[in-house]
């Protein structure tokens, strides 16, 4: 490819409204350009990174025994009606009409589509297991789109759905896919852990998600720091048994605490350690009140209260509802004189408080020696809270330590959820109907292209991967004025291409600088670098990883580029 005639709009400055390095990079090598809020278009450089993922994705899909297909992005509601997802996805779900007023979701999945598809032609179970996925594009209304391709409104994913005749030939798949999804994110060059992770609102039981690790990361992931325990934060399980100290329980004492707000400065005014306060709130599960006590030094994990009760929505009660519920304001809450019909459930680690101290349902007022049983009843003790760091790791080896991940891929054992949902049945080698087996198993494709830009830069730019990078190699001819400058990177410009790497010249009659600053911003891993001594047949090569320079004789470039991207 010649620069001159490549639309990569390079710019100097960083984009204003971009935060985080990737979205400001892809912006500044002119790989990317935002159309709108969380909508982007993919300019050429990025496009053929996009499409080597793409071929990565592909390559061990087929090995793992998928086959490739394309769904519609146009959902007939009628399909998400019977799943009963039309009326559970609010705004985020993109809906539209048709010329004839007809309803149709813009596909933010398709476990709807593929599900229905199959019903329709699949009948036995000899035609099981059936693994198919595609790449495609998305929509889902973000709220609040951020970091570019990181979190879009329109982005491309893998998806791909499995239908199975018995658990066992789930789980062998589910494998199977997993290892693929080890080997796509190991060929990207991404530093990921697999996660154990919260199935959220689509049921079955075993789910991971691949974290790529990053500060930037939305995600928190909860590791062991001596097994290879990991888990998403959301489900981390805490595993502590909680000793009852022997003290004996005393009298309990309603007592002044004037503009005490929060846990740390009731537990400093009463000269009590914050572990023996405890924390009422009050939650909205679906449409019940619920009040949910932990220990003053933990927090409520809203996805273990959701769980629980296998609720679909799991929110905090606001200061109205509260109000009206207990005539206090949040910060006074306590489970003493609670309504009768209030249920209220606890974290393990409250019930082994002795002499405990809790709001008193009264501006200004605190309990303290409380004690769960005597002074209040919890219709369930569970485990409620987040997991922390020092925490020891559920899988009982080393201690947990927390970091921060970009989730880039979910795979899920769905069970039968959408199968008995939308009718997906077979007969068994008994001729009796079963509701097929069902995994899902997805990818952010254009995800993953941010998530190596944001693991592979320097203060120069973009430094991809040889698997993924745009280009192989890139030519720069110091002065194309020069003849025999120009003409020395045209020889080894062909010469390579006829070795069958895929090279970017750069033909283009602009100051050495300027090549130079847009050569590090596009990070192609080889660069080539035709100067003064090219009539003495000597290159400068580059490695874009390192960026360690050398000079070298054109006759030994083959071997050296051939070592860089292996
Ligand atoms: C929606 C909207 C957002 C969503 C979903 C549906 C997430 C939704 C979960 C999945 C599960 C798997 C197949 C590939 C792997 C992930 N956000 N999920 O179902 F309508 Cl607006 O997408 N789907």
Redesign the pocket.
């Known amino acids: 490819m010649r620069q001159s005639m490549m639309f990569s709009p390079t710019l100097r400055e960083v984009p204003a409204d971009a935060e985080v390095k990737s979205h400001q990079l892809l912006l500044r090598a002119g790989f990317m350009r935002q159309n709108a809020s969380g909508i982007y278009s993919f300019l050429p450089l990025g496009l053929k990174v996009l499409h080597n993922v793409e071929t990565i994705i592909r390559e061990e899909m087929e090995r793992a025994g998928a086959m490739e297909l394309l769904m519609p992005a146009l959902q007939p509601s009628e399909l998400w009606q019977e799943s009963g997802?039309w009326y559970s996805?609010g705004p985020?779900?993109m809906r539209m009409k048709d010329r004839h007023n007809r309803e149709f979701?813009l596909g933010?999945?398709?476990?709807e589509v593929i599900t229905t598809l199959v019903r329709d032609e699949v009948k036995s179970y000899k035609k099981l297991p059936l693994t198919l996925y595609q790449i495609q594009t998305k929509f889902?209304?973000e709220k609040r789109p951020r970091f570019g391709l990181l979190r879009g409104r329109e982005f491309l994913?893998k998806?791909?759905?499995s239908f199975h005749a018995s658990q066992e030939s789930l789980d062998e798949i589910y494998d199977r896919l997993f290892q693929a999804y080890s080997n796509i994110f190991t060929r990207c060059g991404l530093n990921f852990r697999a996660v154990i992770a919260d199935s959220?609102?689509?049921g079955g039981k075993d789910t991971h998600e691949f974290m790529v690790l990053s500060d930037i990361g939305e995600d928190t992931i909860a590791y062991s720091d001596t097994s290879s325990y990991a888990a998403n934060i959301e489900m981390a399980p805490v595993a502590v048994n909680y000793e009852k100290s022997d003290e004996a329980a005393k009298e309990i004492e309603k007592v002044s605490t004037p503009d005490q707000k929060s846990i740390e400065d009731v537990s400093r005014f009463l000269n009590l350690e914050a572990a023996k306060c405890f924390k009422s709130m009050v939650f909205k599960v679906d449409d019940k009140l619920v009040m949910v006590l932990v220990r003053g030094d933990h927090e409520v994990n809203d996805i273990k209260v959701k769980n629980l009760y296998g609720a679909a929505v799991v929110e905090l009660a606001s200061p109205e509802e509260v109000k009206e519920l207990m005539n206090c304001t949040v910060g006074s809450l306590g489970p003493i004189g609670a309504p009768k019909d209030l249920e209220i459930i606890a974290d393990y680690a409250v019930e082994a408080i002795v002499n405990g101290c809790c709001g008193a349902n009264e501006e200004g007022y605190h309990y303290i020696n409380v004690n769960a049983g005597r002074d209040y009843t919890v219709s369930q003790f569970a485990d409620l809270r987040f997991i922390q760091e020092g925490d020891p790791s559920p899988d009982g080896e080393g201690a947990i330590r927390f970091a921060q991940g970009i989730e880039v891929g979910?795979v899920?054992k769905l069970g039968t959820r959408y199968s008995e949902a939308m009718g997906a049945a077979y007969l068994d080698e008994n001729g009796k109907t079963q509701p097929m087996i069902m995994g899902?198993?997805?990818i952010g494709v254009s995800r993953t292209v941010a998530a190596i830009a944001e693991q592979y830069n320097d203060e120069g730019g973009l430094k991809w991967p040889a698997t993924v990078a745009p280009f192989a190699v890139h030519v720069i001819p110091v002065n194309v004025k020069t003849d025999v400058q120009r003409e020395k990177a045209e020889d080894i410009y062909a010469a390579l291409k006829k070795q069958g790497y895929d090279v970017l010249l750069d033909d283009r009659q602009e100051r050495a600088g300027v090549k130079f600053a847009d050569a590090d911003l596009f990070g192609i891993p080889v660069r080539i670098t035709v100067g003064k001594k090219a009539e003495e047949g000597i290159v400068e090569v580059k490695n874009r990883q390192t960026n360690e320079s050398q000079e070298m004789r054109v006759e030994e470039l083959s071997n050296y580029i051939a070592d860089i991207l292996k």
């Open positions: 997802r996805y985020e779900l979701a933010a999945t398709h476990e889902r209304d994913m998806d791909a759905y959220g609102a689509m979910h899920f899902c198993y997805g």
